[in-house]
């Protein structure tokens, strides 16, 4: 399809496992969002990606998470040693974005994670 | 840094009643405004836009907000829902200078029942 693409759209791990979370961006988009979101909380932002390089991390929650962007398009969301509380819907939004963000956003359908 | 408040979590409503959700932002700069919709079981998608220009905006589905600066709210509007508007509404602020990534508030669930 054309929209965001995220895998695997279920993941149920063990306390302490490490999870790989996969998103494939709309063709074309240079942009690349991750956000976390918990009941209640809403969209935690988690990471930016312009092309390949990551501008802004700062929303990382932990040393234990990660990602990457390769070729400008597919990214992957590492959560090394989960915890209970990272429990949550990863979504991935990408946009067309060459300048200054505009703030409209495509979003995938999200990955949602259970640590047991 | 910007931040956005949506003060209800839920909003239960009857079927071709009026609704209102609300949304204040807080920015020290001019910002970009937005809803995003999340349907059930389905990813966010956007709802409707204040870049500049008109304060008031509509979505094709009936919901209009409007950006009013001196009270920094940009609140959503129907004036009769149904059933299928059920859905999670999130506010979403910009600021549109220097570096900014969108900022969420936390949704409003409208339940719409018949």
């Known amino acids: 399809g054309a929209g965001v693409s995220q895998s695997p759209s279920n993941k149920v791990t063990e306390k302490g496992k490490d999870v790989e979370l996969r998103c494939d961006p709309i063709?074309?988009?240079?942009?690349l969002y991750w956000y976390r979101q918990s009941l209640g909380q809403g969209l935690e932002f988690l990471i930016y990606?312009?092309?390949?390089?990551?501008?802004?991390k700062s929303g990382l929650p932990s040393d234990r998470f990660s990602a990457e962007r390769t070729g400008g398009s597919v990214s992957t969301l590492t959560i090394q040693r989960t915890q209970q509380e990272d429990s949550a819907v990863y979504l991935c939004?990408?946009?067309?974005?060459?300048?200054?963000?505009?703030?409209?956003?495509?979003f995938g359908e999200g990955s949602r994670l259970t640590v047991l | 840094a910007q931040s956005v408040t949506q003060l209800d979590s839920q909003v239960p409503v009857f079927e071709e009643a009026p609704v209102e959700l609300r949304c204040n932002y807080s920015?020290?700069?001019?910002?970009?405004l937005f809803w995003y919709v999340q349907y059930p079981n389905q990813g966010l998608q956007l709802l409707l836009k204040?870049?500049?220009?008109?304060?008031l905006v509509k979505s094709i589905n009936g919901f209009e907000a409007e950006f009013n600066k001196s009270q920094t709210s940009f609140h959503l509007r129907k004036p009769s829902v149904h059933i299928s508007d059920t859905a999670e509404y999130f506010c979403?602020?910009?600021?549109?200078?220097?570096?900014?990534?969108?900022?969420f508030g936390k949704g409003t669930m409208l339940l719409v029942s018949p």
């Open positions: 204040y870049l500049s220009g008109s304060t």
């Open positions: 063709s074309g988009h240079t942009a």
């Open positions: 939004a990408s946009s067309p974005r060459l300048g200054r963000d505009t703030g409209e956003l495509f």
């Open positions: 920015s020290s700069v001019s910002v970009y």
């Open positions: 979403a602020v910009i600021e549109n200078s220097g570096y900014s990534t969108l900022t």
């Open positions: 990606f312009q092309g390949n390089s990551a501008p802004d």
